[in-house]
């Protein structure tokens, strides 16, 4: 009975064991899951925390970069905010640095050492918060910043770096042909000359008549030629003409003012903002996309970036101290006056009363870039205007331009009615309509 019962408990035991033991296996089996997935978030967070270096993110985070951080980051310079390059090396970590790119303010107001330092350092100017950035995106925009970094300085070509010019074949090649003419006529001239003498000497050692003789040595005096009445009909032609088309020109010139190169109250230079430093156009001109206007930007708006930068390389601090008091701001102090004068740009682009002409139709809607009508103006340091700004003009283009369809399913479906044709000119959808230009 003893050995039956021991038999039993070590049956038992045996049962008990084997049982623990697929309920260990049991156990394990989620515990195992679940520590590899730990480890593999741990990894992936780990992973998505170091900066990549694909092509495509730097590509992608060169949009970003310079859509949002130009206007106030360069990579190897100091503009508004430090210079980028280097930053993953000097910030405290990679995750410091999307924290901060989300919300400064945030990071600087938790008391943080290197956030309060920089704060300090860029005399309290707040960077803008970009609270919809995605790790993956801010982890790009670094990806371009230290690409960019470590590309070496190209050395800039014979003229600066500067687009090479147009060839000046046409001119050119005019004035040499002129060259080459009045070449030609001079040594018609001496030939001639050399033939009449020759002559002259010829008929000499002939016996002439007193006549003959006076004909041969009559010499044809200035005077003699400016009173010919040949030469008086020349010269009255002439005049007439150049005056007619002059008259006829100035008719058709009444109210263009293409060229108008007005001087500003402060010497504002597009090449510098627009052209050096890549300032969207948008940045100033605020209602370029947005509506009929495309406004000239407040003071308010250069004080973005003079509250820091006070001197500018070829003015000094003449220039950049107007648009202090216009804004009645003391550099000295950093504090603003309160006593203001708006700075008063002279308008340069002006379209009669009787037209109407709106800016987000044609950027916005049409996707016509501002050079098309306002010309090369990052080149300019004293803007002008480069188109006619008549009423041709404007017809001419809607007569020219295809409407930009794209992705609309409006003029897809007014392009189903008028199927026999690929494209739609401006004209096609009204744009030659008086009313619409006119009130
Ligand atoms: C309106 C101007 C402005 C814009 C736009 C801006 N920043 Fe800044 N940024 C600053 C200023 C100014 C600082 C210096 C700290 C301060 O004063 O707040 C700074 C600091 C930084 C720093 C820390 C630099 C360092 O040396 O440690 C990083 C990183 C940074 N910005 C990234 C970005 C990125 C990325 C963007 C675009 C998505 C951007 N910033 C857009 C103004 C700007
Ligand atoms: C930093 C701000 C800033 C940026 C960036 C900028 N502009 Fe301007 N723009 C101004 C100011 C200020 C004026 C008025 C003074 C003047 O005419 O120079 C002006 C004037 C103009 C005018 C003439 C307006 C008139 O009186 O008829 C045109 C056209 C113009 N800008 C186009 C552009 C274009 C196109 C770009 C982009 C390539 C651009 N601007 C970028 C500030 C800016
Ligand atoms: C996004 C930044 C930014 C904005 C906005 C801006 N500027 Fe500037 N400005 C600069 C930079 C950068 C320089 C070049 C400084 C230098 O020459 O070192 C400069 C230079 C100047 C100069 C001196 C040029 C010279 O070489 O002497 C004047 C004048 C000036 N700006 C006027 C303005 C006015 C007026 C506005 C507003 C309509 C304005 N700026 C808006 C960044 C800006
Ligand atoms: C289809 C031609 C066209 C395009 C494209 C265009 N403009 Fe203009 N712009 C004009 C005309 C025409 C005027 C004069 C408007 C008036 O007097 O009402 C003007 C006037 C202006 C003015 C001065 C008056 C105002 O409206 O505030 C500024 C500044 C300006 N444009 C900037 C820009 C910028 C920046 C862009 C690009 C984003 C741009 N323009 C694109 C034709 C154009
Ligand atoms: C560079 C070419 C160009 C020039 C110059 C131009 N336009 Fe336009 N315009 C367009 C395009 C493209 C559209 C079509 C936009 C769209 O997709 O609706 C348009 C549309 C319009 C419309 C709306 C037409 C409609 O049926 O909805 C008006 C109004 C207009 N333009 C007025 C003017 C005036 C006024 C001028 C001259 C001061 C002018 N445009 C000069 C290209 C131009
Ligand atoms: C695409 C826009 C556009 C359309 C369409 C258009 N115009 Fe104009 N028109 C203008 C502009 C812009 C001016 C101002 C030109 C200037 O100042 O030189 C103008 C000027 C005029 C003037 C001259 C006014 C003056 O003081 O010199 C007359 C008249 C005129 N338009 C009549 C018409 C008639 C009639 C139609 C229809 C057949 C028409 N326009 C269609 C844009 C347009």
Redesign the pocket.
């Known amino acids: 009975m003893r050995h039956l019962a021991c038999r039993f408990v070590r049956f038992r035991k045996k049962a008990d064991i084997s049982k623990r033991a697929t309920m260990k296996k049991r156990l394990s089996r989620p515990v195992t899951i679940l520590t590899f997935a730990l480890i593999l978030l741990f990894n992936l967070s780990s992973f998505a925390q170091t900066i990549p270096t694909e092509p495509e993110a730097i590509s992608a985070g060169e949009a970003l970069f310079n859509g949002n951080c130009k206007s106030c980051h360069r990579v190897k310079q100091k503009l508004v905010g430090p210079a980028l390059a280097g930053v993953e090396d000097r910030a405290p970590s990679v995750k410091w640095i999307i924290d901060w790119v989300r919300n400064p303010a945030k990071v600087i107001a938790s008391g943080d050492d290197y956030a309060v330092k920089i704060y300090e350092e860029y005399n309290k100017s707040q960077m803008t918060a970009f609270t919809s950035y995605t790790d993956e995106q801010i982890l790009s925009i670094l990806a371009y910043v230290k690409a960019d970094a470590a590309k070496v300085d190209q050395p800039k070509g014979d003229n600066g770096g500067e687009k090479p010019e147009t060839p000046g074949v046409p001119t050119g090649y005019l004035n040499a042909i002129l060259i080459g003419l009045v070449v030609i006529l001079v040594l018609l001239l001496i030939i001639l000359g050399l033939i009449i003498n020759a002559l002259k000497k010829y008929l000499d050692q002939r016996d002439l008549s007193e006549e003959d003789k006076e004909v041969v040595h009559s010499k044809y005096t200035i005077n003699s030629f400016v009173k010919s009445s040949g030469f008086i009909f020349i010269v009255i032609f002439l005049v007439a003409s150049v005056t007619f088309k002059n008259v006829i020109d100035g008719l058709y010139t009444i109210g263009i003012q293409q060229n108008y190169q007005p001087r500003q109250p402060i010497a504002f230079s597009h090449k510098i903002h627009a052209g050096e430093y890549e300032i969207e156009?948008?940045y100033?001109?605020t209602?370029?996309?947005k509506g009929?206007?495309?406004?000239?930007p407040s003071a308010n708006i250069c004080m973005n970036c003079h509250s820091q930068i006070r001197e500018g390389t070829n003015t000094g601090t003449t220039e950049i101290s107007k648009i202090y008091a216009a804004i009645g701001y003391d550099p000295a102090t950093g504090s603003y006056t309160g006593k203001q004068k708006p700075i008063e740009w002279v308008?340069?682009?002006?379209?009669p009363d009787l037209?109407y002409?709106n800016?987000a139709q044609?950027?916005n809607v049409?996707g016509?870039?501002?050079q098309?009508?306002?010309g090369p103006?990052e080149e300019m340091d004293v803007v002008k205007q480069y188109?006619l700004?008549t009423m041709g003009w404007?017809i001419d283009?809607h007569r020219k331009t295809d409407v930009n369809t794209k992705g609309n399913e409006y003029y897809d479906k007014l392009l189903e009615l008028h199927n026999s044709k690929k494209s739609l000119k401006v004209e096609d959808i009204g744009g030659l309509e008086c009313a619409k230009c006119h009130y």
């Open positions: 156009c948008r100033c001109h209602g370029a996309l009929k206007q495309a406004n000239i308008r340069i682009h002006n379209l037209a002409f800016h044609h950027n049409g016509i870039q501002c098309t009508c306002h103006i188109s700004l404007c283009c």
